[in-house]
């Protein structure tokens, strides 16, 4: 063969092999994922696992094509603006976050390294977005509720539960982006409901005896809690204390209520972080964060623990039990 020839092969062969040293490479490449939450890490095991299996269930498997950079405030909200920036200087490629107290640490921290919303409340209202249609920016993923109007559906289920209730108090940390909206929107229900209504702010778990201590010394015959992570990590001590109290309580997240709460109303988190595995994978493959559509919750548990019922000494009527999505005997 000539040297022309083979020159000409030479090329050729190169040309080919170009592309398919370019999929390898990319194939190749470890995407490696920011995950940040107010909470410690053992009180949100089971939103970590959901992610993980989503992201499993899209071909991501950690150590193999994905590493994670997981990192935990212990509760204390003081430390995710540290948090945030650690992981914006190790130059993660995605960073998965939960609650509008994480949000902003982050948005804080960058505005050019992609954000998925795994949970988040009011987001356009709180300025996160621009829109849920085109959200611009680095920021996109899910919100846990349409309106923050959803919480008063809270106090009205627990008005129905427990018909005896007139003066409610609202458990609720005033800190994060938003929260003052939840806030209202309580008390407007509670205003239409004929129900006197208290407003109790905490901002750690160190204030817990001394918020339902409040709500006794005011007469509360019935309590909603703010889904916040203040309230939702400790939400073992929460829900003590509202037995202890011999408090009605409505709380917007189900793990509360399998905690032992007597009643919830709300959206799965936990489905919602399995579903911004879709958001990272689309953002791993070449998607704008500004250009995808922040996904609503449109279903809402309604869950009743009768054991707690019990204990508390409620007969809960049988109209309200037969709309449960599910009745913990």
């Known amino acids: 063969m000539k040297g022309g020839a083979v020159g000409i092969i030479t090329l050729a062969l190169g040309l080919l092999a170009a592309p398919l040293a370019s999929d390898a490479q990319q194939t190749g490449k470890v995407y490696r994922i920011g995950f940040i939450l107010t909470a410690a890490r053992e009180e949100v095991v089971h939103l970590a696992k959901a992610l993980d299996e989503g992201l499993r269930e899209l071909g991501y498997v950690e150590g193999q094509n994905i590493v994670f950079e997981r990192r935990f405030a212990e509760g204390k909200q003081e430390r995710l603006p540290a948090l945030a920036a650690e992981l914006v200087r190790l130059k993660v490629d995605v960073i998965v976050t939960g609650s509008n107290p994480v949000i902003a640490a982050v948005k804080q921290a960058t505005a050019t390294i992609p954000v998925v919303m795994a949970v988040s409340r009011d987001p356009v209202g709180t300025g996160f977005i621009a829109s849920l249609a085109r959200p611009g920016g680095n920021i996109t993923g899910l919100s846990n509720d349409p ?169 809960i009527p049988q109209s309200v039990l037969i709309r449960a999505d599910h009745v913990i005997q």
């Open 147 to 315: 309106t923050p109007e959803i919480v008063g559906k809270s106090l009205e289920l627990l008005k129905e539960a427990v018909p005896g209730v007139s003066r409610v108090a609202y458990l609720w940390n005033p800190a994060p982006p938003g929260a003052g909206t939840y806030r209202n929107a309580v008390e407007s229900a509670a205003r239409k409901l004929g129900v006197t209504f208290q407003s109790v702010e905490v901002r750690g778990s160190n204030e817990f005896e001394g918020a339902f201590a409040a709500m006794v010394r005011e007469r509360a015959d019935g309590v909603v809690v703010a889904a916040d992570p203040v309230t939702f990590g400790p939400r073992s001590q929460v829900v003590l204390l509202a037995a202890r109290s011999r408090l009605p309580a409505v709380y917007q997240l189900r793990e509360f209520t399998e905690a032992g709460g007597l009643m919830s109303y709300g959206s799965n988190i936990a489905h919602q972080f399995r579903r911004a595995a879709t958001y990272v994978d689309k953002i791993r493959k070449g998607a704008k964060p500004g250009d995808l559509p922040v996904e609503q919750a449109t279903k809402f548990e309604f869950i009743i623990n009768l054991k707690t019922a019990k204990v508390l000494g409620l007969t």
